[in-house]
């Protein structure tokens, strides 16, 4: 199986920068596509960036050229770096893993979530 673990969120003004990191440990061979999704109290979760194991990457139109995915294959961790940080950007971010297609679904589950880390923007 597959366990990931967010960290990084905190408090900041608005106009301020976090990055935030999302290690992977268990089978991380059964890992393709990342991704960081959000949720904001009342609302629901949606997605903010994705990257493909050969990094390609997906962003959300409310973040682009704001926010950047990225992953370090060898050390199984994914990052999301986050600028010019907006109120509206306040949000429990999760991170995400697709299981690869070259590992058994009666084992391994569609995909992975951690709990998330908490990210609160001050206006």
């Known amino acids: 199986q597959v366990q990931l673990v967010e960290s990084g969120g905190d408090l900041v003004q608005a106009g301020g920068s976090l990055r935030l990191s999302c290690a992977a440990s268990?089978?991380?061979?059964?890992?393709?596509?990342m991704g960081w999704y959000r949720q904001a109290p009342g609302k629901e979760r949606e997605l903010v960036a994705s990257?493909?194991?050969?990094?390609?990457?997906n962003h959300a139109d409310s973040v682009k050229g704001r926010f950047a995915i990225s992953r370090d294959n060898a050390k199984n961790t994914l990052f999301l770096q986050m600028n010019n940080l907006k109120p509206e950007d306040t949000a429990r971010y999760y991170c995400?893993?697709?299981?690869?297609?070259?590992?058994?679904?009666?084992?391994?589950?569609?995909?992975?979530w951690g709990k998330g880390t908490l990210v609160t923007v001050a206006s």
């Open positions: 995400n893993a697709d299981r690869d297609s070259s590992c058994p679904p009666w084992y391994y589950a569609m995909d992975y």
């Open positions: 268990g089978d991380t061979h059964c890992i393709s596509t």
């Open positions: 990257i493909t194991r050969g990094g390609t990457t």
